[in-house]
């Protein structure tokens, strides 16, 4: 995705502009429980508080417990690592590129390890917005489309429907945006 300047400010008033609804049943957390509903949008961004841990192939990609999260209304967290903390040597500059409507134009990696290739599995900012500046060319990853991703003690299950990045440990509730009929979420 190559916009300009004008073309990202059409997009994001474009996004921002839609109406948001709010599904019928929000699950209530319990004890050391967070719900996604709770979550500010636009995002925040905040340090993990446990070691994340990415596999693919039978190489484990990145290990960092300098990580931080972005926290946005109904998405569980993405995870993004400081680009020191990954095997940069196996991701390939990708030929995608997405808008996100706060943190700017994100740059796709794909990840290959012998003859296996996980295609765009993982998004990077090399210019974010200013109030995501503490993103810059940190890397995050898709946990659908590799073999195991770990928060802490947790095994992740991606965040429904492909297209987001989130990662569902035991610790957050949603509904999750990204399941079938949350498109207005």
């Not at 960092?64 to 569980?76: D, I, M, Q, W």
């Not at 990045?165 to 009929?181: C, N, Q, R």
Request: charged share 25%.
């Amino acid at each position: 995705m190559s916009l300009e300047p004008d073309q990202i400010e059409r997009e994001r008033a474009v996004w921002r502009s839609l109406p948001r609804d709010r599904p019928a049943r929000i699950e209530r957390p319990g004890p050391g429980q967070e719900s996604v509903w709770d979550y500010p949008r636009p995002p925040r961004v905040e340090p993990v508080g446990h070691c994340i841990r990415v596999e693919f192939a039978g190489v484990v990609l990145a290990e960092s417990s300098r990580a931080l999260r972005a926290l946005e209304t109904a998405s569980p967290p993405a995870y993004y690592l400081p680009p020191r903390d990954v095997r940069t040597e196996f991701l390939i500059a990708g030929e995608h590129s997405t808008l996100c409507e706060w943190k700017g134009v994100a740059r796709t990696h794909s990840v290959r390890v012998g003859d296996r290739l996980a295609q765009d599995a993982v998004w990077s900012y090399p210019d974010p917005d200013p109030a995501f500046a503490q993103l810059r060319n940190y890397l995050a990853f898709n946990a659908s489309t590799l073999d195991t991703c770990t928060v802490g003690p947790w095994r992740v299950t991606p965040q429904p429907g492909g297209y987001y990045g989130g990662w569902i440990t035991p610790d957050i509730v949603g509904p999750f945006k990204g399941a079938p009929g949350s498109e207005r979420w």
